[in-house]
């Protein structure tokens, strides 16, 4: 809507901004000042996407809790650098989103926050611990973020909130100014990832958010490539262990598991 002139950028931030749920509990800082970037927004790919950020990652200006009252107050010196290349690419942050404490957990839920609720049924779970991003991004209040995920943290939201989510390679896109720390031998695991509410939406914020970062020992100096599409294979697990599997999800024909 902004590259057709349908719509300005402060336009898109205030229409998002207005449709925050607070019942849904998924924010825990909304940036005011967003509007007035808004106004400024910098050409490039995202300009006036309004977006949030998962509280795991540094905002400058707001303080890095990640649902935790052992976490300091202090506000963020800086961007980390996931956040900084969304910017750069004339995206607007207009917030930070719950997580359980210290993102150990698969609902979101902590002392220093509360609950963030889903969307659809404020009595069920949007997932973690990126739950908070799963929620605003599902309900609309946000166009897309940035999450992280080292054992489901962002498939499992976005899976319970019906939104897109990709948990990338370990070295695509930058860990640092993230806590827990995403360096060594957290960054094994966890990385930083794209939420959005479509698959073409995500592939554009992964088209921004990948790069190398010369300070994250985990990035890796690799140009970002598109695969051969003959030779991509997707593998899907029928069964896992005793879990029931809804009819809807399961697989059908043997063609279906290629």
């Known amino acids: 809507m902004v590259w057709r002139g349908d719509a300005s950028p402060e336009e898109i931030v205030r229409a998002h901004l207005e449709a925050v749920r607070p019942e849904l509990n998924a924010f825990v800082a909304i940036r005011e000042e967003a509007l007035d970037e808004a106004r400024t927004a910098p050409d490039g790919p995202l300009r006036g996407a309004p977006i949030t950020i998962k509280d795991s990652f540094d905002v400058a200006g707001l303080p890095t809790r990640s649902g935790s009252r052992f976490r300091p107050a202090t506000p963020a010196a800086e961007d980390a650098p ?23 957990s698969y609902e979101t839920d902590n002392f220093l926050t509360g609950r963030t609720n889903h969307p659809l049924d404020l009595e069920r779970t949007p997932g973690g611990s990126s739950g908070g991003e799963a929620a605003a991004i599902a309900s609309g209040c946000s166009a897309g973020g940035l999450g992280s995920d080292g054992g489901g943290s962002i498939r499992v939201p976005a899976h319970f909130c019906g939104i897109a989510g990709l948990k990338p390679t370990p070295g695509r896109i930058s860990g640092r100014g993230h806590f827990p720390s995403l360096g060594y031998p957290g960054g094994i695991l966890g990385v930083a990832g794209p939420m959005a509410r479509s698959a073409a939406d995500l592939r554009l914020l992964f088209s921004v958010l990948a790069g190398y ?32 599997v809804d009819p809807g999800f399961r697989p059908t024909s043997a063609g279906s598991r290629d």
């Open 213 to 244: 970062d010369a300070e994250d020992p985990f990035s890796v100096p690799e140009p970002r490539r598109a695969p051969e599409p003959a030779a991509v294979r997707i593998g899907v697990w029928e069964q896992f262990y005793a879990v029931p």
């Open 82 to 104: 996931a956040v900084a290349r969304l910017r750069a690419a004339g995206a607007i942050v207009i917030g930070k989103t719950n997580t359980p404490e210290l993102l150990a």
